[in-house]
């Protein structure tokens, strides 16, 4: 009976340490000083951009993960190719690499000198701009979507698809009619999952960034920019902004995957 | 009409094959634009200056502390989350107390929160200005916790789903026939744990091994004590060397991958009389 | 139907981003600046300043901060500027060399220069270590912040101010360094950028702190509970501001760095704790900053320092410089 208790209070105490408490302070920072300066911090232009610009980076990485997530999961489960292990190697590969070395490599390729540093003499600004922030982030939050949906690919089996087929019906109504609404769950929990990561991705982004102030200052950066300015409400006004957003995306978690809880 | 019937397949099928072949196409293509073609440009440029010089930048004094901080505090990390992710999970799905389905939804907090909140955050709750009078900034204490904190949600979600389906009924038995709790838990639930546990520190591994945004504030970065390889890897940048930090960048990846295999292969050496 | 809208979703938003873009560039100038972080406050105050003036009319800017070298190094790889102000003359000399600025970009009255600072000790309120010479940082207990003289510009003004201070009071080169070495023994932590290392002596780390007179009077006022000591011996800190190439075909552009010489701009400057470069202000009681005993520069040959390129070399070197000693264990 005391193991259970104090398997209980060993694991919350930990939590409460490492996970709650820290959270609660950033709360408490950002409105020590009343809410007034808290809610000027976050809605001064720079801010209001930062968050914009964050927001949309995810609306265009997210769709498009999502859309090849799927495609690419149902190319490893249902075909045999050529490289089909390179290619599951490849998926997983942004889980393993530190955020620097993504956008060092993007720095890389797409800097002067680079393969592909001449498009910026073309007037294609891919660095310190919309597009190489966007490939950053789309580069990170990419494995989500596909490891949610190839187990459960994997899972489901063939047997309703090729029944489909044999009555008839075009591959793509069976994809519609039957394989995604199958799916449809593990393609719910990977979205949030991408959305989660390329909302709060920093390392990559700062790389590749320039810090334009009001034009690519995502509000992760932000929140660097006001900590190294001492201004340290707006900065933990905009950590607050984003630790709701964390929250927010962490209940919807719930929604799709309720399924850890004991019965 | 079974004639029209088996035409509409095996049309249906060609049609499949090339429209599958084009999306997948197009989908592989997208993979090589996003991931490969970068990391192409990454190792292309480590080697720029020759083999030689690849060598001498991993071999410097700085970068390769640097790496062996970065891979044992990572792997003593992930060792320790095997540890506390059990825990969590067990209580999470064998015990039940008020508040409980917050505490469930919270610990994905760490993965969804960016890596600088977290980072200012721990320095501002266990730095110089903590509350509690604990100042763990600036030192392996402190770049550990920012680890610990970022690599919390793994072995709790890879452990969770597993210990939910798992069979009641063969502890019960174990219990009724006089084992202990302990034997129980070693002999009859560990092992059908012990995949998902490597799965989670795996994962736990991997995000250690290239976590900056929280450690870059609270370590201190100070060389040969607590600089940890991407910090590391950033200072090349900024001080102008990215031939250098692409050389590092390059090992730290190879390390990583090894040990990943390293962890799946025993995983698959554990498990494979199962089933 | 899902699947196809969203898949719509991203290219409506990239269109909307074109336009909301195109719209904000209307037909007046845009001018880039790219600076380093210490004169941000500043140049939120000049910029409106200027183009309250008849040659800032209908003149908008798109501004970058962050720490010098990082800003070198992303104009070199493409980021664009028409004007860059940067915390020390190397960081200019990078884009020279990339063919980013042209050589001649010195070639004014102020040889470049838009600011000046000195190199001191912040110390917490009062001074309880009573830290008042460089001896004094080598003594035993004494806790020295300084950044990573590898990533930061102003981690090496602090080296040269070392290094230049024991020259000035009669010490050999061979002591000098020995002073370097027994000096870094104190250093406890190594921020990567200047603005870095304010802030970790500002969360209580630390006895002092070696930094840019600048810095220190922007700490203050921000609320730090700091006090700065001038050190008898000290380097003179100049910041170089320059146009690029690109910025040269803007006659705006010109005007703009012009205007940072102008009394408005350099009472800005030293209202944010800059030594302003343009002798009338200087001179005036305001803006008068008290004068160090001993004053060199890193052109002080007679103090063994001879210009920033042979002093990079020689101490900064990544492989055979002399700080790869000092620092390294």
Same mark, same amino acid.
């Given at each position: 009976?005391?193991?259970?208790? *104090?398997?209980?209070?060993?694991?919350?105490?930990?939590?409460?340490?490492?996970?709650?408490?820290?959270?609660?302070?950033?709360?408490?920072?950002?409105?020590?000083?009343?809410?007034?300066?808290?809610?000027?911090?976050?809605?001064?232009?720079?801010?209001?951009? *930062?968050?914009?610009?964050?927001?949309?980076?995810? *609306?265009?990485?997210?769709?498009?993960?999502?859309?090849?997530?799927?495609?690419?999961?149902?190319?490893?489960?249902?075909?045999?190719?050529?490289?089909?292990?390179?290619?599951?190697?490849?998926?997983?590969?942004?889980?393993?690499?530190?955020?620097?070395?993504?956008?060092?490599?993007?720095?890389?390729?797409?800097?002067?000198?680079?393969?592909?540093?001449?498009?910026?003499?073309?007037?294609?600004?891919?660095?310190?701009?919309?597009?190489?922030?966007?490939?950053?982030?789309?580069?990170?939050?990419?494995?989500?979507?596909?490891?949610?949906?190839?187990?459960?690919?994997?899972?489901?089996?063939?047997?309703?698809?090729?029944?489909?087929?044999?009555?008839?019906?075009?591959?793509?109504?069976?994809?519609?009619?039957?394989?995604?609404?199958?799916?449809?769950?593990?393609?719910?929990?990977?979205?949030?999952?991408?959305?989660?990561?390329?909302?709060?991705?920093?390392?990559?982004?700062?790389?590749?960034?320039?810090?334009?102030?009001?034009?690519?200052?995502?509000?992760?950066?932000?929140?660097?920019?006001?900590?190294?300015?001492?201004?340290?409400?707006?900065?933990?006004?905009?950590?607050?902004?984003?630790?709701?957003?964390?929250? *927010?995306?962490?209940?919807?978690?719930?929604?799709?995957?309720?399924?850890?809880?004991?019965? | 009409?079974?004639?029209?019937?088996?035409?509409?397949?095996?049309?249906?099928?060609?049609?499949?094959?090339?429209?599958?072949?084009?999306?997948?196409?197009?989908?592989?293509?997208?993979?090589?634009?996003?991931?490969?073609?970068?990391?192409?440009?990454?190792?292309?440029?480590?080697?720029?200056?020759?083999?030689?010089?690849?060598?001498?930048?991993?071999?410097?004094?700085?970068?390769?502390?640097?790496?062996?901080?970065?891979?044992?505090?990572?792997?003593?990390?992930?060792?320790?989350?095997?540890?506390?992710?059990?825990?969590?999970?067990?209580?999470?799905?064998?015990?039940?107390?008020?508040?409980?389905?917050?505490?469930?939804?919270?610990?994905?907090?760490?993965?969804?929160?960016?890596?600088?909140?977290?980072?200012?955050?721990?320095?501002?709750?266990?730095?110089?200005?903590?509350?509690?009078?604990?100042?763990?900034?600036?030192?392996?204490?402190?770049?550990?916790?920012?680890?610990?904190?970022?690599?919390?949600?793994?072995?709790?979600?890879?452990?969770?789903?597993?210990?939910?389906?798992?069979?009641?009924?063969?502890?019960?038995?174990?219990?009724?026939?006089?084992?202990?709790?302990?034997?129980?838990?070693?002999?009859?639930?560990?092992p059908n744990?012990l995949p998902?546990?490597l799965s989670?520190?795996?994962?736990?591994?991997?995000?250690?091994?290239?976590?900056?945004?929280?450690?870059?504030?609270?370590?201190?970065?100070?060389?040969?004590?607590?600089?940890?390889?991407?910090?590391?890897?950033?200072?090349?940048?900024?001080?102008?060397?990215?031939?250098?930090?692409?050389?590092?960048?390059?090992?730290?990846?190879?390390?990583?991958?090894?040990?990943?295999?390293a962890i799946g292969a025993f995983r698959h050496w554990r498990t494979r009389h199962d089933r | 139907?899902?699947?196809?809208?969203?898949?719509?979703?991203?290219?409506?938003?990239?269109?909307?981003?074109?336009?909301?873009?195109?719209?904000?560039?209307?037909?007046?100038?845009?001018?880039?600046?790219?600076?380093?972080?210490?004169?941000?406050?500043?140049?939120?105050?000049?910029?409106?300043?200027?183009?309250?003036?008849?040659?800032?009319?209908?003149?908008?800017?798109?501004?970058?901060?962050?720490?010098?070298?990082?800003?070198?190094?992303?104009?070199?790889?493409?980021?664009?500027?028409?004007?860059?102000?940067?915390?020390?003359?190397?960081?200019?000399?990078?884009?020279?060399?990339?063919?980013?600025?042209?050589?001649?970009?010195?070639?004014?009255?102020?040889?470049?220069?838009?600011?000046?600072?000195?190199?001191?000790?912040?110390?917490?309120?009062?001074?309880?270590?009573?830290?008042?010479?460089?001896?004094?940082?080598?003594?035993?207990?004494?806790?020295?912040?300084?950044?990573?003289?590898?990533?930061?510009?102003?981690?090496?003004?602090?080296?040269?101010?070392?290094?230049?201070?024991?020259?000035?009071?009669?010490?050999?080169?061979?002591?000098?360094?020995?002073?370097?070495?027994?000096?870094?023994?104190?250093?406890?932590?190594?921020?990567?950028?200047?603005?870095?290392?304010?802030?970790?002596?500002?969360?209580?780390?630390?006895?002092?702190?070696?930094?840019?007179?600048?810095?220190?009077?922007?700490?203050?006022?921000?609320?730090?509970?700091?006090?700065?000591?001038?050190?008898?011996?000290?380097?003179?800190?100049?910041?170089?501001?320059?146009?690029?190439?690109?910025?040269?075909?803007?006659?705006?552009?010109?005007?703009?760095?012009?205007?940072?010489?102008?009394?408005?701009?350099?009472?800005?400057?030293?209202?944010?704790?800059?030594?302003?470069?343009?002798?009338?202000?200087?001179?005036?009681?305001?803006?008068?900053?008290?004068?160090?005993?001993?004053?060199?520069?890193?052109?002080?040959?007679?103090?063994?320092?001879?210009?920033?390129?042979?002093?990079?070399?020689?101490?900064?070197?990544?492989?055979?410089?002399?700080?790869?000693?000092?620092?390294?264990?």
């Amino acid at each position: 009976m005391t193991a259970k208790y *104090a398997l209980r209070f060993g694991a919350l105490g930990y939590l409460a340490l490492l996970l709650l408490l820290p959270v609660g302070l950033v709360f408490y920072r950002t409105f020590e000083h009343g809410f007034h300066p808290a809610w000027a911090a976050v809605t001064n232009p720079e801010a209001q951009h *930062a968050l914009w610009l964050t927001l949309i980076i995810a *609306a265009i990485a997210v769709p498009a993960n999502t859309l090849f997530g799927v495609v690419l999961a149902i190319a490893l489960v249902r075909h045999r190719f050529p490289g089909r292990g390179l290619v599951n190697a490849i998926v997983d590969l942004p889980l393993a690499l530190s955020p620097v070395v993504v956008g060092l490599s993007l720095y890389l390729l797409y800097g002067t000198g680079g393969w592909l540093g001449g498009l910026a003499g073309h007037g294609i600004k891919i660095l310190f701009a919309l597009p190489g922030m966007t490939l950053a982030t789309i580069f990170v939050s990419l494995p989500f979507v596909v490891r949610e949906v190839v187990p459960v690919l994997r899972e489901i089996g063939t047997d309703q698809e090729q029944a489909a087929e044999t009555l008839g019906a075009a591959p793509f109504t069976t994809f519609w009619r039957i394989t995604l609404p199958a799916i449809r769950w593990a393609v719910g929990y990977g979205v949030v999952l991408t959305t989660a990561r390329a909302i709060g991705e920093f390392g990559a982004v700062s790389i590749v960034s320039g810090r334009i102030e009001g034009k690519t200052e995502t509000l992760p950066l932000y929140v660097q920019s006001q900590f190294e300015g001492f201004n340290t409400t707006g900065a933990f006004a905009a950590c607050v902004v984003l630790a709701l957003i964390a929250l *927010a995306t962490v209940l919807v978690m719930r929604i799709f995957r309720p399924k850890e809880e004991a019965a | 009409m079974a004639t029209n019937a088996a035409a509409a397949v095996s049309r249906g099928a060609v049609l499949g094959r090339a429209g599958g072949g084009l999306a997948r196409g197009i989908a592989v293509g997208y993979l090589s634009l996003i991931v490969l073609v970068p990391l192409a440009a990454l190792v292309w440029s480590s080697r720029s200056q020759g083999l030689h010089t690849f060598w001498q930048e991993v071999t410097k004094p700085e970068a390769s502390s640097a790496l062996k901080l970065t891979v044992v505090v990572s792997l003593l990390v992930a060792a320790f989350n095997a540890l506390t992710g059990t825990a969590i999970a067990w209580v999470l799905v064998r015990d039940s107390f008020p508040g409980k389905g917050i505490v469930n939804a919270v610990i994905d907090l760490p993965f969804a929160l960016p890596t600088v909140v977290a980072g200012l955050v721990l320095l501002e709750l266990y730095g110089p200005s903590s509350p509690f009078g604990v100042d763990v900034a600036f030192q392996r204490t402190g770049l550990v916790l920012a680890l610990l904190f970022v690599t919390l949600p793994f072995v709790v979600r890879s452990v969770q789903p597993v210990l939910l389906e798992l069979d009641r009924e063969m502890e019960e038995a174990a219990e009724s026939l006089g084992a202990g709790r302990l034997a129980v838990f070693r002999r009859i639930v560990f092992p059908n744990l012990l995949p998902a546990i490597l799965s989670g520190v795996a994962l736990a591994f991997a995000r250690a091994v290239g976590e900056f945004g929280s450690v870059v504030l609270i370590s201190g970065n100070i060389p040969f004590k607590t600089e940890v390889s991407s910090v590391y890897i950033a200072g090349q940048i900024e001080s102008g060397n990215p031939a250098g930090a692409a050389a590092v960048s390059v090992l730290l990846l190879l390390i990583s991958l090894a040990v990943l295999l390293a962890i799946g292969a025993f995983r698959h050496w554990r498990t494979r009389h199962d089933r | 139907m899902r699947r196809i809208s969203l898949s719509l979703f991203p290219l409506l938003i990239l269109a909307a981003a074109v336009v909301v873009g195109a719209s904000a560039a209307t037909a007046s100038t845009t001018l880039s600046l790219v600076a380093y972080s210490t004169p941000k406050d500043a140049y939120a105050k000049i910029i409106p300043a200027f183009q309250a003036t008849s040659a800032g009319k209908n003149v908008s800017f798109n501004q970058s901060y962050g720490a010098s070298g990082d800003q070198a190094r992303a104009v070199a790889a493409g980021l664009s500027a028409d004007i860059v102000a940067l915390s020390l003359e190397p960081d200019v000399s990078t884009l020279v060399k990339k063919g980013i600025v042209p050589s001649n970009w010195n070639q004014n009255r102020y040889h470049g220069m838009v600011t000046d600072s000195v190199v001191v000790f912040e110390v917490r309120d009062g001074n309880p270590k009573k830290i008042h010479t460089w001896a004094d940082l080598t003594r035993s207990g004494v806790q020295v912040i300084t950044p990573n003289p590898f990533t930061s510009g102003g981690a090496r003004w602090n080296v040269m101010a070392a290094y230049g201070a024991e020259r000035a009071q009669g010490k050999t080169d061979s002591q000098a360094i020995a002073y370097l070495k027994k000096l870094f023994k104190n250093v406890s932590v190594l921020p990567k950028s200047a603005r870095e290392a304010t802030q970790v002596f500002a969360s209580g780390k630390g006895d002092v702190l070696l930094t840019y007179e600048n810095e220190a009077i922007y700490a203050n006022r921000k609320g730090v509970h700091t006090e700065y000591v001038l050190p008898k011996q000290t380097i003179l800190v100049e910041n170089p501001v320059a146009l690029t190439k690109s910025g040269l075909k803007h006659p705006e552009a010109k005007a703009f760095l012009n205007y940072l010489w102008s009394s408005k701009a350099q009472k800005i400057l030293g209202d944010t704790g800059y030594r302003p470069v343009v002798k009338s202000v200087a001179a005036s009681p305001k803006y008068h900053f008290k004068q160090p005993k001993s004053l060199f520069t890193i052109n002080s040959k007679a103090l063994g320092l001879r210009g920033w390129r042979s002093v990079q070399y020689r101490f900064f070197d990544h492989s055979a410089g002399i700080m790869v000693r000092v620092i390294g264990h």
